[in-house]
């Protein structure tokens, strides 16, 4: 079964700041990434997504994450942060040959911006 | 509101009783997936429906929970006997497909609390 490792459980930044969060997965196969970002008091939304191609995409406001095969890591970054990215982030894997795409996810990792 | 819809919100309930709680996806989604999410921790799979078929059990799912998509609309997730154990998010999550592409969309969960 894989499994999710998100290293950082708490994080504070001050705006402008650079972000990476790290994500490493276990899975021997291939596999689909994604990263789900939690507002306060809000219900998880995607981020962005990895399934095939350029192993370095693009999501919404602003952030971005590389899988890194040899790693088993996919981890998100943002080059400056805003108090509105204050957030949980969850980073998710699913086997590439599920077809249900059940979610395996990591622990989250809680970000606070400082204005 | 287009969004997946959880009912109720909260719910608090003495161990040894019987819960439902109701999940009504976005209408054109054919998958609907629960997860539980306890403190601290990311949501864990527990099942999923393609239309009305459950096609995908976790083994976290033991007998005392049943699930149901009568009609492939909403679905509902019962616990009988509850345990302090079954405290936690339940999350529902519905797609258009696997989700690979779009990902999911989730709702905003029922809390559960065993007392």
């Known amino acids: 079964a894989q499994s999710v490792s998100q290293h950082n459980h708490h994080v504070i930044l001050s705006e402008a700041a650079s972000l990476e969060l790290g994500c490493n997965y276990s899975?021997?196969?291939?596999?689909?990434l994604f990263w789900y970002v939690q507002y306060p008091g809000q219900h998880l939304q995607l981020l962005l997504k990895?399934?095939?191609?350029?192993?370095l995409v693009k999501g919404i406001k602003g952030f971005e994450a590389e899988f890194i095969k040899s790693k088993f890591s996919f981890n998100l970054r943002k080059p400056s942060v805003q108090w509105s990215d204050t957030a949980e982030y969850f980073c998710?894997?699913?086997?590439?040959?599920?077809?249900?795409?059940?979610?395996?996810f990591g622990g989250g990792t809680r970000l606070m911006v400082k204005p | 509101d287009t969004g997946v819809s959880q009912d109720p919100r909260h719910k608090i309930t003495k161990r040894g009783q019987n819960v439902t709680f109701r999940c009504d996806p976005i209408s054109e989604h054919n998958r609907l997936y629960w997860y539980r999410q306890t403190l601290g921790q990311g949501p864990e799979f527990l099942t999923y429906f393609q239309n009305e078929a459950q096609l995908e059990k976790s083994r976290l799912l033991s007998d005392r929970f049943s699930a149901e998509r009568p009609k492939g609309s909403f679905s509902t997730l019962e616990i009988q006997r509850t345990e302090q154990g079954d405290s936690a998010m339940y999350l529902c999550a519905s797609s258009l497909g696997s989700g690979v592409i779009y990902g999911y969309t989730f709702g905003s969960g029922t809390r559960l609390t065993v007392v």
């Open positions: 998710a894997v699913s086997p590439a040959n599920n077809a249900g795409n059940m979610l395996t």
């Open positions: 990895y399934f095939s191609g350029d192993p």
């Open positions: 899975y021997g196969g291939t596999v689909n």
